[in-house]
């Protein structure tokens, strides 16, 4: 699959993405901000947009709908209960999305909101590592926050039963860059985290369109939301947090509690 990834530079810092076969050229327009962005990107590299993919509902996810489907007429699909305008096929989960030789499942993954999706496209004779585009539920380094109509504990749930069990090669392709910020965080919270310092300095003078595609085995090395058994982490958020319970999910909660705040 060709993955075509763009900063909208925006105050929100927006990933758009165009996913698409190399041997058909169809692609999928993934999330549009900019719809006439994604239209010209999409003409640059002789593609033709069969499909628009709306992960979530929020404003910054289905905005440039509208100009790719005056372009090229391609439906709105998204998960089956969202009400995105123009929508015109309900993704349920497990679902398999083919377009020419890609394959992607629909993960639904709540918890940044009730519809949220994430789609998987797994190992195949085309692909060879998962790939895993994750909207505003998993970023680099952080989780998605459940401000805007979702639920911290449907987050904590997405995670451990669909996220956590993907294998450490996959290729997570998230919804915003907050890269910087986020390993900011995680080092305030595991300050001996040699990797997250490491991926710090490494990013530190890329530019947005630049960031790395990181791979979940590398996000389970710093990301705070995917290490919750980590020792110094937990014993941090306890000097913090005296009465704080000791399950997976109660930390996780913590964690995404103080993220709130960063
Ligand atoms: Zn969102």
Redesign the pocket.
């Known amino acids: 699959m060709l993955v075509f990834r763009r900063y909208m530079n925006n105050a929100l810092r927006n990933f758009n993405y165009l996913l698409a076969c190399e041997h058909s050229r169809q692609a999928i327009a993934l999330d549009p901000l900019d719809g006439d962005a994604m239209v010209a990107l999409a003409q640059q590299h002789d593609l033709t947009i069969k499909l628009i993919i709306n992960t979530?509902e929020?404003h910054?996810?289905i905005e440039g709908n509208p100009a790719v489907q005056a372009a090229t007429g391609a439906p709105v699909w998204a998960h089956e209960n969202a009400r995105i305008p123009n929508q015109a096929h309900g993704i349920k989960a497990g679902d398999w999305i083919e377009l020419g030789t890609m394959r992607l499942q629909a993960l639904h993954t709540p918890g940044?909101?009730p519809v949220h999706l994430c789609l998987l496209a797994p190992a195949s004779e085309y692909d060879e590592v998962p790939l895993l585009f994750s909207g505003?539920t998993l970023f680099n380094a952080c989780a998605?926050n459940c401000k805007?109509g979702g639920n911290v504990d449907d987050m904590y749930d997405s995670f451990v039963s669909q996220l956590m069990p993907l294998p450490d090669d996959t290729l997570l392709y998230p919804?915003h860059d907050y890269m910087k910020n986020n390993l900011g965080f995680a080092l305030d919270r595991e300050p001996e985290n040699t990797m997250a310092a490491y991926w710090q300095d490494q990013v530190a003078l890329l530019g947005e369109d630049d960031m790395p595609v990181m791979t979940l085995g590398q996000e389970r090395e710093y990301n705070p939301f995917l290490r919750l058994h980590a020792d110094a982490m937990r014993q941090r958020l306890r000097e913090q947090f005296p009465d704080l319970g000791d399950s997976d999910r109660d930390v996780f909660k913590a964690l995404r509690r103080l993220r709130d705040q960063w």
């Open positions: 979530h929020h910054d996810h940044h909101t505003d998605g805007n919804g």
